[in-house]
């Protein structure tokens, strides 16, 4: 399965090919709405006042309702672009942005905003990761969940009701500890500042066996799948870092005949699915685009003060569970593939 995504956030439109989805896979642009609309701006104060409709268009690769096998290719239309917000920053580079790398490594600033590298781009992660969902939950009968483990210095996981998740514009799992994030999102916001946040994510019912040993190991394709999302910092799979202090008697999980008696591995051992859940933390950093003054340079190398308008995120943790379950999706149907190619199974 390869999925290449196109488009700016202030351009006319974005878009992806899905390549390498099997025939006959029923999908409408419906299912693809519902995911969307998890992930999209606007729909809570605590998110980008942005407001796009995210009306995906199915233009290739689906027949009479079903997938075809042959490429996908899904469009969104940007209907609430304002590049003008961005026009005072033409020829400076915004700290913590892409702003400065982009401009080193291809010789110009297209200033509208994040452009390429906006968050606007995980967009069609979600889309394509909506088709990944379906065809995993039919073919195998795996289930993705994700859910905001942290935000700030906010522990979101600590009574877990999973079925609240979709419950509140957070995905905390927590109901409890809703009111206290949405006090804490709103000083931030008034504060100008942000904050960072970490999302988790489990697929259950994974088969033992997927995964190559050595080069495209399970875990080293989902660690690069979620650092690709904007904003990512840090990926653990299962314990993570949390094994640093860990002794061997306690991380290795024991078996019996009736199974694992832990998951500090998160269902992957030597790059190779074990047949547990499937267990991945990642950490977003605070967005960058703040109201707030700073000092940075400008395209001739000059000393300037930095102020980003425009409509953002607090915290782009916040909108990042749906993302989060769309590339564990994604890879995970990825492996189902080639371990089919490879053993037929
Ligand atoms: C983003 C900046 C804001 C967000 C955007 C992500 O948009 P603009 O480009 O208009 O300043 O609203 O998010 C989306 C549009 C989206 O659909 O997620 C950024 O810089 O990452």
């Known amino acids: 399965l390869r999925v290449t995504t196109w488009g700016e956030s202030h351009g006319p439109a ?36 942005r407001r796009e409709a995210d009306d995906v268009k199915i233009l290739s690769g689906v027949f009479e309702g079903r997938t075809t096998g042959t490429p996908i290719s899904l469009f969104i239309e940007n209907t609430d672009a304002r590049s003008k917000d961005y026009g005072n920053i033409a020829r400076q580079f915004r700290p913590g942005h892409a702003d400065y790398t982009y401009f080193k ?16 781009e995980t967009t069609m992660r979600v889309a394509a990761g909506a088709l990944a969902k379906k065809w995993l939950a039919q073919t195998h009968g795996i289930a993705i969940h994700g859910w905001l483990a942290q935000l700030g210095e906010i522990r979101c996981d600590t009574d877990t ?13 927590d109901p409890a500890r809703v009111p206290e994030l949405e006090a804490y999102m709103d000083k931030l916001r008034k504060s100008g500042d942000s904050t960072g946040a970490r999302v988790d994510a489990r697929a259950t019912g994974v088969p033992a066996g997927w995964g190559e040993p050595v080069y495209g190991k399970l875990d080293a394709d989902l660690a ?24 061997g008697t306690e991380h290795r999980d024991e078996m019996t005949p009736e ?33 707030l003054p700073c000092r940075s340079i400008d395209m001739d190398g000059n000393e300037i003060e930095v102020v980003t308008k425009g409509r953002h995120d607090p915290c782009v943790g916040i909108r990042a569970t749906p993302i989060v379950e769309a590339m564990l999706a994604l890879v995970l149907m990825d492996h189902a593939l080639r371990h089919r190619g490879q053993t037929g199974q």
């Open 14 to 49: 974005i878009g992806c090919v899905i390549d390498g989805c099997p025939p006959g896979l029923e999908i409408s642009e419906e299912e693809i709405r519902v995911e969307l609309e998890r992930r999209a701006t606007g729909r809570s104060r605590h998110t980008s006042q």
């Open 224 to 247: 690069t799948a979620m650092m690709s999302i904007n904003a990512t910092k840090g990926v653990e799979i299962g314990a993570g870092f949390d094994s640093v202090s860990q002794l």
């Open 161 to 173: 009701q999973w079925d609240t998740v979709n419950d509140n514009p957070f995905f905390c799992p």
């Open 259 to 291: 199974g694992f008696l832990g998951n500090h591995a998160g269902g992957i051992l030597g790059g190779i699915s074990s047949g547990q859940d499937v267990t991945v933390s990642v950490a977003f950093k605070p967005t960058s685009s703040l109201r």
């Open 105 to 120: 490594k291809y010789g110009h600033r297209d200033y509208r905003g994040g452009g390429r590298s906006s968050a606007r």
